[in-house]
């Protein structure tokens, strides 16, 4: 097609504004390029601001503050460990690995000096017994953020989930309020902060909405062009190259084009049942924590000029249930499912995995156990032990459960094992027999079945008041029995636009797409199908958005424009 005509004319345009756009907009700023963001919904952030905002980056600078030795070395032998089939994941090639490895701490250096306020999580391992796995963690957070500084912003970011003003680490030791001093301290600061805001006017968010308010107040300060409810329609072309977009801003049709280039970070393709039916049969948009607008309609636009797609039938799994009148966000219930006196079971009644593992690899446990056997949902099992000491389903631990939960059929009880099993519609035999053999494992302090317990991270999400495998193995033997139906649930998808280690949107035969780059979950994943820590996710999509933005502007930079 001949180039079109341009109602509006940048140097970089950006369609979604989750962590990579917002990097990428801050990197042609700091190159003094004109950006646009063009947000399709009426809040900004994604699922980034919605999600814990935490990223997976390997020697990163504030290891090195704390004395933690790591190398790129080491991380990149923990990651060739972690794949297991390079030619069925053509996003997570060694070239892009490496490259993330290498541009992923100095974004962070970028960051910080944008005036974003992060901290390292002081205990996090990776997920994976792997050589190069780092029992000291490598994820980075942000520090809370003032909605305040966004001044008439404020009301545009989208929220977090966490709704109270506590770093994502503190907020990890609230579940142990009842048995652990330090929680006790962490209580103490998010009181006084409350009493602080409510003397001051702070309005302090958490987690993804303090990364993503922190990079918007830069954004806003170096002169980004924000667009919310601008949808993009369709990806304009002159030849081969992209060279802008039609979307909708304000109502009214506008071709927005772009010198240097297009950048897709729109998310991915949770709540789009079409293309889930498609690429991952027997899911559903009702299990997602997505944002609203992970609808996958730009890769499709993205095939429709010839790119290629990758690793489409991964996500970014978590288990979730779905409660009586469950809202956006279901709870998801990877860390009930680690600690002691919790087991889950498919429609057999038996054991099919490791409960304690990544939420990633739960995920995919359901999907792939249901092509054998009846497992969504299957059913989170636990005694009266843990109702007694633990959280349950975002309910105080102790407390009672709402009778809506019993009467709806939702949250199930017996007396017995057996019992239990006749109202799940489980085989009582066989799940006595699951339970009496767990117990045994129990009491051998080893899972010979499924090694919960054997690594750090599975030990990690279960009750730190305890020691060793105790900490995630615990007898189910207290009646009553409970039970919840448990669903692939997930955060996100892990496949899409194959792109190379510059960010370039790839045809099938390899070759870049001119002018068009993407970052974030519109891609697929530079890690494959496995999230190697905490953070695998909004790290890869802020640095191949700052990997993006740097490659644009050094390609005008040659070419002087």
């Known amino acids: 097609m001949s180039k079109p005509e341009a109602d509006e004319t ?42 814990g905002g935490v990223m997976w980056i390997p020697n990163n600078r504030f290891m090195a503050a704390a004395g933690t030795k790591d190398t790129p070395e080491k991380a990149a032998t923990y990651l060739d460990a972690l794949q297991e089939d390079e030619a069925a994941a ?88 009842k048995k652990s001093n330090a929680a006790k301290l962490v209580l103490a600061k998010m009181m006084f902060r409350i009493l602080l805001s409510k003397l001051t006017g702070r309005q302090y968010v958490t987690g993804g909405a303090a990364l993503q308010g922190q990079m918007l107040a830069a954004a806003l300060k170096a002169g980004v062009e924000l667009r919310l409810n601008a949808p993009v329609k369709q990806l304009l072309t002159d030849g081969e190259r992209v060279v802008g977009v039609r979307a909708v801003i304000d109502g009214t049709e506008r071709r927005v084009t772009a010198r240097l280039g297009v950048l897709l970070n729109a998310g991915g393709f949770s709540r789009n049942q079409a293309m889930r039916d498609s690429y991952i049969p027997g899911t559903s948009v009702d299990w997602t924590n997505t944002a609203p607008g992970d609808t996958g309609e730009i890769i499709l636009e993205a095939i429709r000029i010839g790119a290629a797609v990758g690793q489409m039938g991964e996500t970014v799994g978590q288990p979730v249930t779905v409660p009586p009148g469950a809202g956006p966000i279901k709870p998801m219930l990877q860390g009930d499912m680690a600690k002691p006196h919790a087991i889950l079971v498919d429609q057999s009644g038996g054991r099919f995995m490791n409960e304690a593992q990544s939420y990633v690899e739960l995920g995919r446990g359901l999907r792939e156990r249901h092509k054998s056997a009846l497992a969504i949902p299957s059913w989170l099992i636990v005694d009266s032990q843990f109702v007694r000491d633990y959280m349950f389903l975002g309910t105080m631990a102790g407390s009672a459960k709402p009778q809506s939960w019993y009467d709806q059929g939702f949250l199930h009880k017996g007396e017995t094992i057996e019992d239990l099993a006749r109202a799940c519609g489980l085989p009582p035999l066989a799940l006595r027999n699951t339970i009496e053999r767990f117990n045994g494992s129990v009491r051998n302090g080893r899972d010979e079945d499924f090694h919960r317990g054997d690594w750090i991270y599975h030990r990690w999400l279960g009750d730190p008041t305890l020691e060793g495998p105790a900490q995630t193995l615990g007898m189910l033997e207290q009646g009553p029995f409970y039970a919840v139906p448990i669903y692939p649930g997930d955060v996100s998808t892990f496949g899409g636009l ?35 820590g905490a953070g695998a996710s909004v790290g890869p999509g802020l640095a191949f958005g700052y990997i993006a933005a740097k490659h644009a502007a050094n390609a005008s930079n040659l070419a002087g424009v």
């Open 498 to 532: 194959v792109t190379d280690a510059d960010a370039r949107v790839l045809k099938a035969d390899g070759s870049p797409i001119p002018g068009l780059y993407a970052t974030g979950t519109t891609t697929a994943a530079v890690m494959g199908g496995r999230s190697p």
């Open 90 to 177: 053509p996003g997570a090639t060694r070239a892009r690995r490496m490259v993330y490895l290498e541009e992923a701490p100095r974004m962070l250096d970028f960051l910080v000096g944008q005036g974003v306020r992060l901290r390292r999580m002081p205990s996090w391992p990776d997920y994976y017994d792997r050589p190069g796995a780092s029992e000291a963690s490598r994820t980075v957070t942000s520090e809370l953020f003032d909605l305040r500084k966004l001044g008439p912003w404020k009301s545009k970011l989208r929220p977090n989930f966490l709704p109270f003003p506590v770093t994502i680490d503190e907020a990890m030791h609230l579940p142990w309020i």
């Open 10 to 51: 940048f140097d970089f345009v950006i369609v979604g504004s989750g962590a990579g756009s917002l990097i990428a907009a801050l990197m042609m700023r700091a190159r003094s390029k004109s950006v646009v963001v063009l947000e399709k919904t009426e809040l900004l952030g994604g699922t980034t601001s919605t999600s």
